[in-house]
Every structure is written in structure tokens, then in C-alpha cells.
Nanobody, 117 residues
Framework: QVQLVESGGGLVQPGGSLRLSCAASGDDFTFYPMGWYRQAPGKQRELVGKITHGGSTNYADSVKGRFTISRDNAENTVHLQMNSLKPEDTAVYYC???????????WGKGALVTVSS
């Protein structure tokens, strides 16, 4: 059974940092892109960023220069380092394994990040 388990969410003040981690199990994720999406209250889920198995990354414009994605293929983990957090970064953050176009993606259950003073 495939599981993606996020950890590291919580409450942080504006300007602060948080690091999210996602531990994946139940399949070989090595060659799939992995990444993070987020969904703020009342808004659609949006891409935060992705990382390929080779380490190439892409980010949403709203987080470029502040967020960094990394992965450990041996451990089947992906991380999201979030710096200079803003209130508008408040959302539930979801870990994702991109299996398109031939299979459906894997998703975690989400981790809540709240940026507030």
C-alpha cells in the first residue's frame, strides 16, 4: 500500500521558516517527479514546486527565491524548505508523486502551515 506522510507543519510568524518532509513508501518512486502542492482556504490547489529524479526543480513564481525542494532517492523522501514565510503562504501543503501521463498521482493527506503573528 502506497503511503505519503507529511510532517513539519505548524504555526510560524511572518518572516520565519519551516521545513516540511514527506516520507513515501509502498512503491519505487525513484524515477517519478515529486513535489508539493498547497491549498489555501477557499482557493484551488496549486503547484508549489517539483523536483525530478535527477534533481531539476521548478517553482511557482510566488515562492521562487524563498522555497527550496530537495529529495533523497535512497530514502524516498522529499523536503520543502520554506523561508521568509508570508501570511499568504498559509495553506495545507500536500506531497505529490507525479505518475502522469499513464497513471494517477499519489498524494499525501496534507500538512497545515499557518503564517501569522
Amino acid at each position: 500500500q502506497v503511503q505519503l506522510v507529511e510532517s513539519g507543519g505548524g504555526l510560524v510568524q511572518p518572516g520565519g521558516s519551516l521545513r516540511l518532509s514527506c516520507a513515501a513508501s509502498g512503491d519505487d518512486f525513484t524515477f517519478y517527479p515529486m513535489g508539493w502542492y498547497r491549498q489555501a482556504p477557499g482557493k484551488q490547489r496549486e503547484l508549489v514546486g517539483k523536483i525530478t529524479h535527477g534533481g531539476s526543480t521548478n517553482y511557482a513564481d510566488s515562492v521562487k527565491g524563498r522555497f527550496t525542494i530537495s529529495r533523497d532517492n535512497a530514502e524516498n523522501t522529499v523536503h520543502l524548505q520554506m523561508n521568509s514565510l508570508k501570511p499568504e503562504d498559509t495553506a495545507v501543503y500536500y506531497c505529490n508523486v507525479d505518475r502522469s501521463p499513464f497513471n494517477s498521482d499519489y498524494w499525501g493527506k496534507g500538512a497545515l502551515v499557518t503564517v501569522s503573528s
